[in-house]
């Protein structure tokens, strides 16, 4: 192993040139198609240490041993177990092979399965099976290592902490992202770097997938935002498909074009990946060598993560909300679902949370009668896939901030670390390893100061006790403590000024809102209030209920009124969400559309509009009205609501209609003849003929059906529904009861299409002799012809060819 | 051996969904609320989808012109061999002639987003409607997620998957194959399961096959 600062100091000098691809030179030289790489590359001992050599040659400063697949999983495809001996050996041919012209990075690629929460494999098994492979690559005398091509960064957590945790050794991660910019399975680049950079990569960036002219875009995005030095690999241009071989276009001359715009944007380590070849990489580094390395920026960004995506922020720039709805205190039903290890309302909570402007969530599961870890561990798992937003790990017990902090697949918030001297020595490195950002509570043992003063020396403590660990104040946010107003008048004063102190030292500042009103009516309003004045002062961060719309008024009105909106966008856009004359649904538009002129029956073409654009929360209004003006209840149906949704159906057929528009529109239909039909009389509908449906045995598809027995049911006929899974039995025995005109057969799958033809003999052979209509997803014209059943793709020629085998008119 | 990919996160377009609902940009006339409306329901569907998978990669042999001989690769958890199904299908037969391997992948969007479905057939069809073409869509699009995923690995290997996949009830392939495929994936792990009828249930539930070449 290479001292770390060793490699850190090269950095500072130059762009170091990594090395080119591996596999698609060892299949140059004779390696078959579906062998183990890294076994045959043992076995063909010469070749592999050639290549390694020649990378060497070219001007590779760093070149990566061939163990891309040397872990456990996958040599497991292979009947291979000897994990430590395999790097061993790979790493040493390295060694060999690079003699002092370059360092040896340790290769991890990835193990073929997902990590849970993304996976079968459990995240601590994946970092033991990790740890087998960096201990055969140190062994071997890797120098340092190098963790690619990622696209679950669950994984390449899993396997930078295996290496952590076995040695010092300068690591650098890079992340494969496709073409729109996103790792396979959705993470961002800046989400990857957040996450990686804070659990210890000293290095990071990306490798394969694209081309450099895609991958030059991702460096740019990378580097504003980096504490590391960033890596690039791209592949030899955009791989394409030729004579069914993948193959990559780009020469070596114009990949080392791109030394320039590379070395401009901030690159630090650049190689090659897939179809790069030791002249790609020669040209590479003569022309990079030219051209000195850009170091990270510096920056007040606060920055976390979650799986998806980053929350990047200049410090105190905008005010930041923390959802506070995870939590199960004084929430019975929350609580409930808890005891009986039930997620469903916290899934809920958080996509409501989100939806309501939420930049953090809170995660509390601190309550009686339940194993707070395993709780806090299924939250994370639970919402880590699905939220975009990054979390904050909210528990007083180390053991389950640890534990969260462990497999949570981003860079988490602590609530909160304070300076009670127990929870600091345990807390503090916790942070530090896994790289969290954290919230200090000034509050020492025996003592919860009340004075600004006092707030900020202890603050000032716990800060140098973290300094020494590698924290920045960019990585904390100082918890103003609010108390209660209605029992200390100058307790909101003091908090205040709290806020301030931070702001002036160079600390982001948190406050858990609402606790400044308790025991006071009209909460919300003291709240609100509270909320505009701490951002006055400063305030960054506010624990608080996204949902209280008044709160989240008072957060952009106060960025507007500081300068902090300057554009006034934020406070528009959420104004244009939230408006009172915004606020309604279609209906609102529609009421807004169809003001008439005076004159017309605005009734009966209310029910007509109605009916065409679907709005089924008016119709009942219009069709009363129109009965109270003395509307026939027949007229209004044959006269008004028949033409219309016919005419729905040519707008449908004519595709100006989609479908969600053809149902809305049957569906509002349906609601408006329901008032009319206990008015129209003994005689009731006419009906246009009885139709007897079914959805045939062992099918469990039937939203097809039901959609065509609205449609018909619209139209006039006179519909049995027997649903879904119907045996032909019960086809039959309804059949002969209901003395159908049309009987009418819907399947979704090939194996119970086959029921169809059987229904219709058994019905010949019960004598039941009325024509069959068949449909559903399978189902063609042609076959249906072939069973003597009548087609019809959709519900709209449904209802044609029904009338039509009964004589009718539509 | 079988390899689970849990919670499959996807991109999907809008655009798709609208499209699988007959929605012709150049004809469809809609109004702007209505439109925000149906995006609300697609957002929905996709927060009420848990898409899991299922895949194994498997040896293949051709007996005779009429069937397929799948093994899969690897050992099972426990060390035994994987036991070797027989697929009688001469489309199947002819889809993977030129295939060296095949890749079996059962998927599931989950029980919630069908209860879903089936609580707005009653409460309001055009919005299950939607969030029924959604999950379909969502389906599909999760096993074009898995063959990139596996794409992207073949490629090291020089191998690649055929771009087309296969499913019980295609050509002559029945759904009573879809038994087989099921117990060798193991579906039941997923939450899903057979019916009598050969169907996976919950509904948002499909499995396919397609060949690896090299």
Request: charged letters at 25%.
């Amino acid at each position: 192993m290479t001292d770390k600062k060793h490699i850190s100091d090269m950095l500072s000098g130059k762009i170091i040139v990594l090395d080119g691809a591996t596999g698609t030179e060892l299949q140059k030289r004779g390696m078959p198609a579906g062998v183990c790489p890294e076994i045959w590359a043992i076995e063909n001992r010469e070749i592999q240490k050639s290549i390694y050599k020649s990378y060497a040659d070219a001007g590779s400063g760093i070149i990566y041993t061939c163990t891309f697949g040397a872990n456990q999983l996958k040599l497991q495809q292979y009947g291979r177990d000897d994990v430590e001996n395999i790097n061993r050996t790979l790493a040493e041919m390295a060694k060999e092979a690079a003699g002092s012209k370059a360092l040896v990075a340790g290769d991890i690629g990835p193990c073929g399965h997902f990590i849970s929460p993304f996976g079968d494999i459990d995240f601590d098994d994946a970092v033991k099976m990790f740890k087998r492979q960096v201990q055969g690559l140190l062994d071997g005398g890797a120098d340092l290592f190098v963790i690619e091509t990622q696209m679950d960064i669950q994984e390449a957590r899993a396997a930078l902490i295996a290496v952590k945790e076995i040695t010092d050794a300068f690591t650098i991660v890079t992340m494969t992202y496709e073409p729109d910019g996103r790792t396979l399975n959705g993470t961002t680049p800046e989400a990857a770097l957040v996450t990686l950079q804070s659990l210890g990569a000293d290095a990071a960036g990306c490798n394969c997938s694209t081309g450099p002219e895609e991958m030059l875009n991702l460096v740019k995005r990378l580097k504003g935002i980096s504490r590391v030095p960033i890596v690039a690999k791209p592949n030899a241009g955009m791989p394409r498909i030729e004579n069914g071989k993948t193959v990559f276009p780009m020469g070596p001359s114009d990949f080392a074009s791109f030394a320039l715009p590379f070395a401009e944007a901030g690159v630090n380590m650049m190689g090659g990946c897939c179809g790069t070849t030791p002249l790609h990489i020669k040209l590479l580094a003569d022309e990079i060598s030219k051209y000195k390395p850009l170091p990270a920026a510096e920056n007040n960004l606060v920055m976390l993560s979650s799986p998806a995506e980053a929350l990047v922020t200049q410090k105190g720039s905008s005010l930041q909300i923390i959802g506070e709805r995870i939590n199960p205190t004084g929430k019975k039903k929350l609580q409930g679902e808890l005891l009986e290890g039930k997620l469903s309302i916290v899934r809920a909570m958080a996509s409501r949370q989100q939806e309501s402007g939420a930049q953090l969530l809170d995660i509390n599961a601190g309550m009686p009668g339940i194993d707070e870890k395993e709780t806090v561990v299924k939250i994370i798992n639970t919402l880590a896939p699905v939220c975009r937003l990054p979390l904050v790990i909210d528990s007083s017990s180390p053991d389950v901030v640890e534990a969260a902090l462990r497999i949570y697949p981003g860079r988490a918030l602590i609530n909160s670390i304070s300076g009670e001297k127990s929870k600091m020595e345990k807390l503090l490195p916790l942070a530090a390893k896994y790289g969290a950002m954290f919230i200090l509570l000034p509050v020492a043992d025996n003592e919860l100061p009340s004075s600004h003063k006092r707030r900020g020396e202890i603050a000032e403590t716990v800060y140098e006790k973290a300094e020494k660990m590698g924290f920045t104040k960019n990585d904390i946010i100082v918890d103003a403590l609010v108390m209660t107003v209605s029992s200390s008048p100058d307790a909101a004063l003091e908090t205040l000024k709290t806020i301030r102190w931070a702001s002036e030292n160079g600390f982001s500042s948190v406050i858990g809102l609402s606790n400044v009103s308790f025991g006071l009516p009209h909460r919300v309003i003291v709240n609100s209030s509270f909320l505009s004045m701490a951002a006055a002062s400063g305030l960054t961060h506010a624990i608080a209920n996204p949902d209280e719309t008044a709160l989240m008024w008072a957060k952009h009105a106060s960025a507007l009124l500081t300068g902090k909106d300057k554009d006034a966008s934020a406070f528009l856009e959420f104004a244009s969400l939230h408006s009172e004359t915004q606020a309604g649904t279609r209906t609102a538009e529609m009421r807004e559309s169809s003001s008439q002129p005076a004159g017309t029956d605005i009734s009966s073409d209310s029910i007509r509009e109605g009916i065409i654009s679907g709005i089924r929360e008016d119709i009942v209004i219009h069709v009363n009205r129109a009965l109270e003006k003395g509307g026939e209840p027949p007229e209004i149906l044959e006269k008004i609501m028949i033409p219309a949704i016919l005419h729905v159906g040519e707008l449908y057929d004519s595709r100006k209609f989609f479908l969600p528009q053809l149902i809305a529109s049957a569906e509002t239909m349906k609601k408006g003849f329901e008032i009319l039909e206990p008015l129209l009389g003994e005689k009731g509908r006419k009906s246009c003929g009885k139709v007897l449906f079914a959805t045939v045995e062992g099918d469990i598809h039937d939203i097809g059906k039901n959609i065509v027995v609205l449609m018909m049911r619209n139209y006039g006929f006179d519909v049995m529904d027997l649903g879904k899974d119907v045996a032909a039995d019960k086809i039959i025995k309804a059949a002969k009861e209901f003395k159908p005109d049309i009987i009418a057969l819907s399947a979704l799958m090939t194996t119970t299409m086959v029921k169809m033809p059987e229904i219709i003999a058994r019905a010949e052979a019960e004598n039941i002799r009325v024509p069959f209509m068949a449909g559903g997803a399978v189902v063609t014209r042609e076959w249906a012809g072939s069973i003597g059943a009548h087609y019809s793709k959709d519900g709209v020629e449904a209802v044609r060819v029904a009338s039509s085998l009964i004589g009718g008119k539509i | 051996m079988l390899r689970y990919i849990n919670n499959i996160t996807l991109r999907i377009d809008y655009s798709t969904i609208f499209s699988a609902l007959g929605y012709k940009r150049k004809s469809t006339e809609l109004p702007d609320l209505f439109r925000k409306e149906i995006k609300g329901w697609i957002d929905e569907a996709l927060h009420a989808v848990k898409l899991d998978a299922v895949t194994a990669r498997c040896e293949i042999s051709f007996p005779d012109d009429e069937s397929v001989l799948l093994s899969p690769e690897g050992s099972n958890p426990e060390g035994s061999q994987p036991e070797t199904i027989r697929i009688a299908s001469a489309s199947l037969r002819r889809f993977l002639s030129s295939s060296s391997k095949a890749l079996i992948m059962g998927i599931t969007a989950g029980s919630a987003v069908t209860e879903l479905i089936d609580k707005y057939q009653i409460e309001n069809m055009t919005k299950a409607v939607v969030l029924d073409a959604a999950a379909g869509e969502i389906v599909d699009a999760g096993f074009d997620y898995i063959v990139s995923l596996l794409n992207r690995e073949l490629a090291r290997e020089s191998g690649r998957l055929l771009s087309k996949r296969f499913s019980p009830g295609y050509g002559d392939l029945t759904l009573n194959a879809q038994g087989d495929f099921f117990r060798l994936l193991d579906m039941e792990k997923l939450g899903v399961t057979l019916t009598d009828s050969f169907i996976l249930k919950p509904r948002k539930s499909v499995i396919a096959i397609t060949g690896i070449v090299y």
